[in-house]
């Protein structure tokens, strides 16, 4: 089945600079790649995602950048605030009808 | 639309108690998930439906139940509760269709979680 893996574990920015997130998928059948983000003691929540046939996304300071070939995706973001302090969670789908499978998750903390 | 809900949000059961968790969606979403979160970790898939009468088994699903006799309600059962049940019960659905291309998964929404403590 598919294996997600998420990198770095935990990260830590200056107010201002940027975050990367890197993911790595096993099946070159995936189709569907969203982000969550999770404050503490919150439910997981939408961000962003990005689709197979796309190779790069963006919303205002949040992008997602896909490379097909390579097998893994990536999230950035710029200007950080103290307020993205958060664990993010990437996912993947097969082809839209298996469930998500989720990596380990990032534990992003922006200081100011 | 109130999205997916959970009830309750927070129990505390003793070992070998029995529970219902209660998951509703009002999206018409044809998927819905249960997930467990232990503490610091990620989600951890238990059951899956794909829609009503049909379930399937995620990753972790030994000493839960699941039925999904309506599109709207997906209850997990923990049966003779365990220590090891501790845990953030989260509750999601989905909207997934058929395309000329396969099947696309769209954004899935979570509940906001029971918290279940057994001792």
């Known amino acids: 089945g598919e294996n997600v893996e998420q990198h770095p574990s935990t990260l830590s920015v200056q107010e201002g600079d940027s975050a990367v997130i890197k993911c790595t998928y096993s099946?070159?059948?995936?189709?569907?790649f969203p982000w969550y983000k999770q404050e503490l003691g919150k439910r997981p929540q939408l961000i962003i995602d990005?689709?197979?046939?796309?190779g790069e996304k963006k919303d205002q300071r949040i992008a997602v950048t896909l490379n097909k070939t390579a097998k893994h995706f990536s999230l950035h973001i710029t200007e950080t605030q103290p307020e993205d302090s958060a664990v993010y969670f990437c996912?993947?789908?097969?082809?839209?009808?298996?469930?998500?499978?989720f990596g380990k998750g990032t534990r992003l903390s922006v200081i100011a | 639309n109130a999205g997916v809900t959970q009830t309750p949000k927070f129990r505390i059961l003793k070992i070998g108690q029995s529970m219902t968790l209660q998951c509703t969606q009002d999206?018409?979403?044809?998927?819905m998930y249960w997930y467990r979160q232990d503490p610091g970790m990620g989600l951890k898939l238990i059951y899956y439906?794909?829609?009503?009468?049909?379930?399937d088994k995620g990753e972790v699903p030994n000493g839960y139940n699941v039925s999904r006799s309506t599109t709207e309600d997906f209850p997990l059962r923990l049966e003779l509760a365990a220590p090891s049940q501790t845990s953030v019960y989260f509750c999601?659905?989905?909207?997934?269709?058929?395309?000329?291309?396969?099947?696309?998964?769209?954004?899935?929404?979570f509940g906001p979680g029971t918290r279940l403590t057994v001792t």
């Open positions: 990005i689709r197979s046939n796309v």
């Open positions: 099946d070159s059948a995936s189709n569907y």
């Open positions: 999206m018409n979403h044809n998927y």
């Open positions: 439906s794909v829609g009503a009468g049909i379930t």
């Open positions: 996912a993947a789908s097969i082809r839209g009808n298996t469930p998500l499978v």
């Open positions: 999601a659905s989905s909207y997934s269709i058929r395309t000329s291309g396969g099947r696309s998964s769209y954004e899935q929404y």
